[in-house]
Nanobody, 115 residues
Framework: VQLVESGGGLVQPGGSLRLSCVAS????????MRWYRQAPGKGREFVAI????????NYADSVKGRFTISRDNARNTVYLQMNSLKPEDTAVYYC?????????WGKGTLVTVSS
């Protein structure tokens, strides 16, 4: 089982990034997918969730209206489009796959928002 995040990097405030997470080793289309993040010196926090069929999404209040989660089950990939980035969005971003009591995690990708 693997979850591999990519797309992180350094971006100026107000900029955009698109994160990707490619899954392998399990039936991706049967899993709810989430993005989490962990800022330096802080705990891991929920960012966004998408159901297995993309029928529903939800977001943390801190990113609502700026971030969009989506998925492509044919490509075993979940995305996080991040717009209007702020310095407080700086964190390592992780994707998570969940099916009832099974959880898989990626190793994360670093997003740094700074001028």
């Amino acid at each position: 089982v693997q979850l591999v995040e990519s797309g992180g990097g350094l971006v100026q405030p107000g900029g955009s990034l698109r994160l990707s997470c490619v899954a392998s080793g399990f039936t991706f289309s049967q899993y709810v997918m989430r993005w989490y993040r962990q800022a330096p010196g802080k705990g891991r926090e929920f960012v966004a969730i998408i159901t297995s069929t993309s029928s529903r999404t939800n977001y943390a209040d801190s990113v609502k209206g700026r971030f969009t989660i989506s998925r492509d089950n044919a490509r075993n990939t979940v995305y996080l489009q991040m717009n209007s980035l702020k310095p407080e969005d700086t964190a390592v971003y992780y994707c998570n796959a969940n099916n009832i009591d099974v959880d898989y995690w990626g190793k994360g990708t670093l997003v740094t928002v700074s001028s």
